[in-house]
């Protein structure tokens, strides 16, 4: 029998796009949120994100697609090319017949800052979501009643029902809670970057016009390029293997060794690092996966919880799966621990295997040298049509949430 929960006081830490979302969702399943947010604004920074079916259905479910959809660009093609010799290795059709029966929703690429403001903006609409800003939680101390939270520079505390932990990557609540160290840094770092789509000249406008998702596969490096902003702009992320990595510096993945490591590319590759953003670099961590994000009334979501490298393009898209299926969870239980024990049941052994897989895809395309050559033989026998490799992270099987 179906019971319908009396209205929680929930608190979600962190206002970044998997903590708005979660917001919204439990705030739709019919509970008082209060998002803190150690900013002194709410906002997000980088470039673009590729939203694959599966987010946009995740989007849908959260109300927000409609307005996603307005700034973002709905791609072609994914188009794997060598990096190397320039040449195509595979590509996938997602305007094709076969794509609209298998996954029903788009595949969308977005900025990072369009996605969140759509999301800041159904929050600030939803008369059961607060918004602060400037708070940064120290602590968190609960028992069978509730939660109460602590924050830097002020006596001040704040008590909740329970808490979702939506802190990101350095989670300060996942350190807490199962206290398992430092992220693993991949020693890749990435530069990235949007900018005017009419700067791109020569056979980089090419692309830029065909509104494709590229992906330039190296040895231990790629670029990866697709239009956003309703093609104003074009996103541009050049990934790379440092040699020179060391934990306690940062002394390393440098822009030499960008170039350095990009200097045996094709000449469209090439042309195309001067218009990479240089101002800041991006280290790329992950975690191992671990078996509870839940403990007692206090759960993890999104990189706090599965924190994963971008391999597959999943981060994001995997804190939007979080956040529905929390809020689903919460709109069937009474009980908080039991609601974020269900969503945990519902949710870990997928994000566990798109955090490994995301790392073997890693390796696969940065092979070099024989390997290479092995990969673009295979790939390139697939048909623009066939998205079985692609279907078990695009359209999961729905898991159903346990009846209270």
């Known amino acids: 029998m179906s019971v319908t929960p009396v209205p929680l006081r929930i608190t979600v830490v962190g206002g970044g796009i998997g903590g708005l979302a979660a917001a919204l969702s439990t705030a739709r399943a019919g509970h008082h949120v209060t998002v803190v947010e150690r900013a002194a604004r709410f906002g997000e920074i980088g470039a673009g994100l590729q939203l694959a079916p599966n987010a946009s259905r995740a989007l849908d479910e959260l109300g927000v697609l409609k307005a996603v959809r307005r700034a973002a660009v709905a791609p072609p093609q994914l188009v794997m090319m060598d990096a190397l010799s320039g040449e195509q ?3 996938l059709d997602l305007r094709s017949a076969a794509y609209t029966e298998r996954f029903t929703h788009p595949y969308l690429v977005t900025h990072r800052t369009d996605l969140h403001a759509a999301l800041l903006a159904a929050c600030q609409e939803h008369p059961a979501v607060t918004l602060r800003t400037g708070h940064t939680v120290t602590n968190a101390e609960q028992d069978g009643s509730g939660v109460v939270l602590h924050f830097a520079g ?10 979702v932990a939506a802190d990101g990557l350095h989670s300060r609540l996942r350190q807490a809670l199962v206290g398992d160290g430092e992220p693993v840094c991949s020693r890749y770092v990435a530069f990235r970057g949007a900018l005017p789509a009419d700067r791109m000249t020569g056979r ?3 692309h830029a016009a065909s509104e494709a998702v590229m992906v330039w596969a190296g040895p231990r490096m ?12 074009y996103n ?3 990934v790379f293997e440092s040699d020179h990595y060391t934990p306690d510096s940062d002394a390393w993945g440098t822009e030499a060794e960008l170039e350095e490591r990009f200097a045996g590319a094709c000449r469209a590759v090439r042309d195309a690092l001067p218009l990479i953003a240089r101002d800041r670099r991006w280290p790329l961590y992950d975690r191992l996966p671990i078996d509870n994000w839940a403990h007692g009334r206090i759960a993890l979501l999104g990189d706090a919880a599965h924190p994963m490298l ?5 981060g994001a898209c995997q804190a939007l799966e979080d956040a529905v299926a929390l809020g689903q969870a919460l709109g069937r239980f009474s009980d908080p621990a039991d609601a974020f024990t269900a969503y945990v049941d519902q949710r870990r052994e997928r ?15 940065h092979l070099e040298g024989v390997g290479a050559t092995l990969r673009n033989r295979l790939l390139s026998s697939r048909t623009p049509d066939d998205f079985d490799d692609a279907s078990w992270v695009w359209a999961p099987a729905p898991a ?5």
Do not use: W
């Open 351 to 365: 994000a566990a295997m798109i955090q490994t897989n995301a790392r073997l895809f890693g390796e696969i395309c």
């Open 400 to 404: 159903a949430v346990p009846a209270p």
């Open 89 to 91: 290795i595979t590509s």
């Open 236 to 238: 541009q992320v050049a």
């Open 222 to 233: 790629h670029l990866v390029q697709y239009p956003v902003r309703r093609g104003e702009l």
């Open 310 to 314: 971008q391999y597959l393009a999943q």
């Open 204 to 206: 980089m406008s090419q």
């Open 154 to 163: 002020t006596a001040t505390k704040l008590t909740a029902d329970a808490v």
